[in-house]
């Protein structure tokens, strides 16, 4: 059978692979394969990646809005929300409403160029995503360091020679704050070359099998290895700071590891003194070597302390930003400008644990605390973007009993979930197969310089909007004004733009904002034949030398909170004419965490200094004196910065209104996650939908007829960037025309560079090495060397098959190793008389859960491991094939007290649990497999029909079937396609 051929970025992980897919008449995929000419991932596929068509095709995907559970259209979809939104702000105030942006937003366009506008619009204090359970250690670390956080330093994998690696597996994550492909294959070929790997984990996970040397170490105890290892850097005179880095702190750095000597911290950690001694000096001894942690590093209570110290190592043995060490990626869509502000953090505190806010986000693990409080600002409403937290928040359990209390629920989703059962509203993006791709959060963190853009492979419907279109309705509806998307792309692109030629240093400085936003919508021929060696991903010339500074175009800072009382709540949120064009930051990228230029000024939720009249008249418009730029009816009023979507959430940077403190801003039109990132939020298949928020984007190729304005919108990033065209300025530079059309497998930019000077933006301009609320939090540190440990810990896993919990609806990712066991040390199972396969009862401070118990040698002893994102099954949800083998979650067992107090990131591993073994369940008649179980459909929730007539497959046991689906053939990478059904059918 025939079929055509396209090319696009797997959007399901950090790995950024590219894929060959092959599509039916009607558009359906019926085969992926790796794409072998892509520079970066050069045919690599992991299992995930290889079900993209069976997820593309997913039957369980909603394909019509829901309005209370029945199918409606979109015009009345987006007029209930409309309504309801409306009279939850009149009853209630704006700080009634909440939003959570979960991590796959990070693996989408629609999240980072429109998410931030959304946030601004809502004019809420209530912004929460998946970055706080996940990365907002990482990037509250390098805001203190660097003065950016999301200046975040990745191993140079391909030149390293001695890699240190905490917290992290990228074997069953492909790697995270940390683009990779074939991470596995990076590592083997360290040790190909004499280099020496080294793994600390509470588990020998199947990276640490790999490397040379695996350590175990007690769960929440990373920070203490690290000082131990800087206290032996210094006491043995080891360290070698280049005399020509930008340094302060260091001696009082040094002062603070005097109390963390390897003696002292062995016991706490588990790591031999003699082990911890020798680790440091081959540290230091390595040419060029670089520390690594990740996801395990951050969600735990000292999670700021330890991803502070991985980059106090890399500082002190020499490898900060030199090849082969620890080096800052360069993505092609972010101006290189910096302007020195100082970060912080704090400018608001929740409402009832008064816990402070990061980045503009508030941490998720006070979510539920604000919904069940009462009181001024309690929230009433949430508005949900790609999450899912009742099963990724800590506490989940907690979560999903108070989600009926709020008078609405909006969610952006294509599946009834275990968060959006409970909707008055479904919004359900677009197939990915329909949505164009391009990784504006994670290119940020590449191992090279690389960039790629993936036109839709298949056009949308007649009527059906594209997801950024969903994402940009909703932010005019939350401001109040009768725009349209389109409005509001335009009013971005001008004020970007005007941005741009008023800053000193940009390629388009003193030029015509109109005339630059003519050359943006004219279409462009293909520069070169995509069937050339050139457009495999050849490198563009001269282009390595356009990285002119400019001001930041979306000042990506972040919009203040006053001090003092909230204003009136009589009009709409904030100015959205200071939405710079770009988003903010993601999620998780997990976010989340490339620099965006704000769609609101992406920066923060924005409350602006004082109340915005309902007629006040526009703010003078900084792109032209004609007005060219113009405004958005019922979006004028002060220009009050919103906050970026950061990290693996929208999460946010710091404003630059008056006497606000911000962090750095940045000219660029991006932003993204993290989330997670590997983080623990995410719903399978969220994505950006393709084209312009106006809908214009069903246009497979990007050539000939009026360019979709999201195109638009990122070709202005790429000419504005380190390596772009610059509007005239550097003729050969890059365009999205020459990336899409002439590299559409992708374009090297080459292997990362030293870029210090360019990412530096404290307020001294130099390294702060010792930040003071670091070293106050030390004596935190110090106090748990002594504090009672408990008998049994509980920590997460990650699965190779799975994806938060994206992906347990796809047959061909089930059983194997992707199964939701409790591991435990075989001793300790002995010590407590828990058998192989026994039922357990699992119990936390808040809650139990009962779960199949699995003996190994793989988990150290005191610890016992559950993997996230499980717990399927629920009443009211429609993911047959994973409620068919629900697994329990492991969230209903974290404690959302349990935080990180430095970033307010949930310490999701170390959680103390006491186990139980239960008695044996009479035998049962045979289970049907989850195809038998889903061969009869489940029908959508009516007005009219109870719940509880769904499913009803309860979460709370552990017994798992093997699903009679084989999985994917391609593991690691292997060249074969992936031979799918015609039908875009799952079961």
């Known amino acids: 059978m025939g079929g055509r051929t396209a090319w696009r970025t797997c959007p399901l992980c950090e790995a950024l692979c590219g894929l060959e897919l092959t599509l039916d008449a009607a558009g359906a995929v019926t085969g992926v394969r790796g794409d072998r000419e892509d520079p970066l991932s050069a045919g690599f596929l992991c299992p995930k990646g290889a079900t993209l068509g069976r997820l593309d095709g997913d039957p369980d995907r909603l394909d019509a809005p829901l309005v209370h559970g029945v199918p409606v259209g979109w015009d009345e979809a987006f007029a209930a929300v409309r309504d309801e939104l409306a009279g939850v702000v009149a009853r209630y105030g704006r700080d009634a409403v909440a939003i959570y942006v979960g991590n796959p937003t990070a693996h989408s366009v629609a999240g980072p160029l429109y998410g931030s506008a959304l946030i601004k619009a809502l004019g809420t204090r209530n912004v929460y995503t998946a970055s706080t359970a996940d990365q907002m250690p990482k990037h509250v670390s390098c805001g203190h360091v660097f003065g950016d956080p999301l200046a975040i330093p990745v191993p140079d994998l391909d030149r390293t020679e001695y890699l240190l690696m905490l917290g992290a597996n990228p074997l ?29 984990d509470p ?13 175990f170490i007690r769960p929440g105890t990373d920070a203490h290895l690290l000082m131990a290892l800087v206290h032996t850097l210094f006491a043995e005179e080891l360290a070698s700071v280049p005399e020509d880095l930008p340094l302060n702190g260091l001696d009082e750095l ?7 000597s390897p003696e002292r911290v062995a016991p706490v950690t588990g790591v ?11 540290l230091a001894a390595a040419e060029r070597a670089a520390v690594y942690g990740r ?21 002190l043995t020499g490898n900060l930003d030199r090849p082969g060490g620890a080096m800052f990626p360069r993505p092609a869509h972010m101006p290189v400008y910096r302007r020195r502000r100082p970060f912080t953090t704090g400018r608001w505190r929740s409402r009832v644990r008064g816990l402070p806010e990061t980045m503009g986000e508030l941490p998720v693990a006070t979510l539920a605390d604000e919904i069940e409080t009462p009181g001024e600002g309690q929230i009433r409403a949430l508005i949900t973007i790609g999450g899912n937290p009742v099963l990724s928040a800590p506490d989940g359990a907690r979560l999903d009993r108070l989600l009926p209390s709020l008078d609405l629920v909006v969610s952006v989703d294509p599946y009834l979930n275990e968060t959006t059962r409970h909707a008055h509203v479904v919004l359900p993006p677009p197939r990915p197969a329909q949505t164009p791709h391009y990784d504006v959060a994670l290119l940020a963190f590449a191992v090279r310089d690389y960039a790629r ?30 725009a349209t998307p389109a409005d509001l792309d335009e009013l971005i692109i001008m004020t970007t733009l005007g941005r741009a030629v008023a800053a000193p240093g940009s390629p388009v400085h003193g030029r015509d904002p109109a005339d630059l936003r003519k050359l943006l919508a004219r279409p462009t021929a293909p520069t070169s034949d995509p069937s050339s060696s050139n457009a495999a991903g050849g490198e563009l010339p001269d282009i390595s030398g356009s990285a002119a500074r400019s001001e930041p175009l979306a000042d990506s800072s972040s919009t203040a909170h006053p001090a003092g009382p909230r204003p009136s709540e009589q009009a709409p949120a904030a100015d959205l004419s200071s939405s710079d064009g770009a988003a903010g930051e993601l999620p998780g990228i997990s976010g989340s965490a490339a620099r965006s230029e704000p769609l609101a000024d992406s920066s923060s939720t924005a409350h602006p200094a004082s109340p915005t009249p309902p007629q006040q008249a526009p703010a003078a418009d900084p792109a032209s004196s004609d007005g060219a730029a113009g405004e958005l009816p019922g979006i004028s009023g002060p220009a009050a910065r919103s906050e970026h979507l950061a990290g693996s959430s929208y999460a946010a940077q710091a404003d630059e209104s008056p006497g606000a403190e911000s962090g750095p801003s940045r000219q ?3 932003q993204g996650a993290g989330m997670g990132s590997g983080g623990q939020g995410g719903t399978p298949g969220v994505e950006a939908g393709p084209g312009g928020a106006s809908g214009d984007g069903a246009r497979p190729g990007g050539v000939g007829g009026a360019v979709p304005l999201v195109e638009q919108r990122l070709d202005m990033m790429l000419r504005l960037g380190p390596y772009g065209e610059g509007f005239g300025a550097n003729p050969d530079g890059l365009t999205l025309a020459r990336l899409r059309d002439g590299h559409r497998h992708g374009i090297d930019l080459g292997p990362l560079k030293p870029r210090l000077d360019e990412v530096l933006c404290t307020a001294s301009g130099r390294i702060e090495l010792c930040p003071p609320a670091f070293a106050a939090d030390t004596d935190r540190l110090a106090a748990a060397l002594d504090a009672p440990r408990p008998d049994l810990v509980l920590i997460g896993r990650r699965q190779l098959r799975s994806n938060n919990s994206w992906l347990h609806n ?26 192989e396969g026994a039922r357990v009862r699992v119990a936390s401070r808040t809650g139990t859960v009962e779960a199949v118990a699995a003996r190994t040698d793989t988990v150290m002893p005191g610890v016992v491991s559950l993997p996230h994102g499980w717990g399927h099954g629920l009443p009211g949800t429609r993911t047959r094939v994973a409620s068919a083998d629900p697994g329990v979650s492991v969230n209903a067992i974290t404690d959302d007290q349990f935080i990180d107090p430095l970033s307010g990131n949930a310490a999701f591993n170390g959680v103390p649990v006491t186990l139980t073994p239960l008695p044996s369940p009479p035998p049962a008649t045979e289970a049907p497999t989850p195809s038998q179980k889903s061969s009869t459909p489940v029908p959508l929730p009516t007005a009219e029909s109870s719940s509880s007539a769904l499913l009803q497959e309860s979460s709370s046991s552990a017994t798992l079937q093997e699903p009679s689906t084989p999985g994917p053939r391609q593991e690691s990478g292997s060249p074969g396609p992936l031979q799918e059904s015609s039908s875009p059918r799952l079961l």
Do not use: M
Request: proline share 6%; net charge neutral; aromatic share 4%.
């Open 203 to 215: 588990r020998r996970t199947r990276t640490a099998a790999l490397g040379d040397e695996h350590l």
């Open 295 to 315: 996801i395990g590093t951050c969600t735990q209570e000292f999670g700021t302390l330890a991803s502070w110290l991985v980059d106090v190592l890399n500082v």
């Open 668 to 670: 660029d039109e991006t």
């Open 272 to 282: 031999p003194a003699t082990v911890i001694r020798r680790t440091a000096r081959d």
């Open 453 to 482: 853009y993936s036109p839709p492979a298949v056009p949308l419907p007649d009527g059906r909007p594209a997801e950024t279109e969903i994402i940009a309705r909703l932010a005019t509806i939350a401001a109040g004004t009768d």
């Open 254 to 260: 040094r002062a603070l590891a005097v109390g963390f």
């Open 810 to 835: 796809i047959p061909q990712l089930r059983g194997g190793s992707n199964t939701c066991t409790l591991q435990l040390n075989a001793a300790d199972a002995d010590r407590l008389g828990i058998a």
């Open 172 to 200: 069953e994550s492909n790697g995270s704050l940390c683009s990779a492909p074939d991470f596995g294959g990076r590592l083997k070929a360290i040790r190909a070359r004499g280099g020496r790997v080294v793994v600390v």
